[in-house]
C-alpha cells in the first residue's frame, strides 16, 4: 500500500523534498485530560466524516497525553459554514482542528464570496490523497462500465453540494463527456448524495474512496448500483493512470477513450484537469490555527505518523481508506501548496462557465 501511493505524493512534491525541507523539533506539547474537537465542515456519512472518524481514535492513542478526540459535523455552505467557524474561533492550543476536503479548497480557488478564510495563514499537520469512483443506477440499463456509452441519451440526475465544491469535478468531467447532467445544488455532503441515490432520487453518484468502500460497494455487492469509473491517481510523471484502490474499474480518462475514442485534450480537460489535480492529491488535510506554537504543530505530526505503525491502523486503513498514504512534513507541505493554487487563466474559464452555464457568480 505505501509503495503505491509514496510514488503517486512524491510525483507532486518531489520539487519539495529536493529543497531539503526539514522536520519540526521533538514535541513538547502535552494534551492530558484534554479534549480535541475535529471540525468536519460536512455531514456526517461521507468520505471527510468517515476519514476523520477512523483517524480520531488512533489520533488520541499518539498524541501527547491521549486526549479524546471528539469529531464534530458542521456542515453547511458547500463546507465553507464549519470552515469559516474555525478560521474565527479556534484558538491556537491545540484544542481544535480542521478537516478539510476539496468541497473547501475549490470555493477558495474560485473566489467565493461566501469564503473568509485564508488557508496560507494555517499550520498543515497531515495531508491524505484520495480518490473517488463513479457509479449509476442500473434501472438506466447498465451492468458495468463497458455500458458507459449508454449513458449518452439519458437523463441524468446528480446531487451536489454546489458548483464551487469538490463535485465541481463531477460537472467538468460529465460535460466533458457530453452527458446530459441535471446538477442539483444545495446537499450538505456526498453522504447525502448517496441517500439521495438510494431513494432513488438521483441516478448517477460518485463518493471519495473511503465513503464509497464503506458505503457504495454493499450497493454494487446487492446490484443496486453500477460502478463506471474512478477519476483515477496521478503517476510521477503526471498522468492520470486507473486508481489501485479501483483496479478493475477504467480511470476517467480511459472512460472518456472509450465513449469519444480519443484521449482527452483541449481547454476543457486542461480546466477539469485542474481541479481534479488540486482536489484529489490532497483532497484530505489536517490544520491547525494561525499563530499555533512549533511544539503542538510538532506534536500532531509526530502522531500521525507514530499512528501508521499501529497495527490496527495496518489492518484497517487500507479497507477504510484506499490505497493512499497520509503524509507529513514538507510533503504534505507540497501536497497543500498543490491543493490550494491553481493557474488564473484556468480559474477564468471556469468561473466564466460557471457563470455562464450555471448562474453561479463569484468574485473576479
Known sequence: ???????????????AVALGLAWPAAAEADFAGKTIEWIIPF????????WARFNAPLLSKYLP????????NEPGGGSTKGTNL?????KPDGLTI????????FPYLLGDPRVRYEYKDWKIAMAGPTGGAVYASPSLGLTGPQDIAKLKDK????????????????????RLMGFNVQHVFGFKGRGDGRLAFERGEVNIDY??????????????????????????????????????????????????????GKAPSGPEY????????????????????????????????????????????????????????????????????KGTTIAPELRKQVVEMLGAEYGVKLGE
Open 98 to 105: 480542521l478537516g478539510t476536503s476539496g468541497s473547501t479548497q
Open 1 to 15: 500500500m505505501k509503495t503505491i501511493t509514496r510514488r503517486v505524493a512524491l510525483g507532486v512534491a518531489a520539487g
Open 43 to 50: 455531514s456526517a456519512g461521507g468520505g471527510s466524516d468517515t
Open 207 to 260: 463518493q471519495t474512496s473511503s465513503a464509497y468502500l464503506k458505503n457504495v460497494q454493499p450497493l454494487v455487492d446487492a446490484g443496486q448500483a453500477v460502478p463506471l469509473f474512478s477519476w483515477g491517481v496521478l503517476n510521477e510523471a503526471g498522468e492520470v493512470v486507473r486508481d489501485p484502490t479501483f483496479p478493475d474499474l477504467p480511470s476517467f480518462a480511459e472512460a472518456y477513450e472509450t465513449l469519444t
Open 270 to 337: 486542461d480546466a477539469y484537469f485542474a481541479f481534479f489535480t488540486a482536489g484529489f492529491p490532497a483532497q484530505k488535510m489536517v490544520f491547525l490555527p494561525n499563530g499555533t506554537p512549533d511544539d503542538i504543530v510538532a506534536a500532531y505530526q509526530k502522531a500521525f505518523e507514530d499512528m501508521k505503525a499501529d497495527p490496527d491502523y495496518q489492518a484497517n486503513a487500507e479497507a477504510v481508506l484506499g490505497t493512499y498514504e497520509q503524509v507529513t512534513g514538507p510533503l504534505a507541505q507540497a501536497l497543500f501548496e
Open 65 to 72: 497525553g491521549n486526549p479524546v478526540v471528539v469529531v464534530v
Open 86 to 90: 474555525f478560521a474565527a474561533r479556534a
Open 155 to 174: 437523463e441524468l440526475v446528480y446531487a451536489s453540494q454546489g458548483a464551487t465544491s469538490l463535485d465541481l469535478v463531477p460537472l467538468l468531467g460529465f
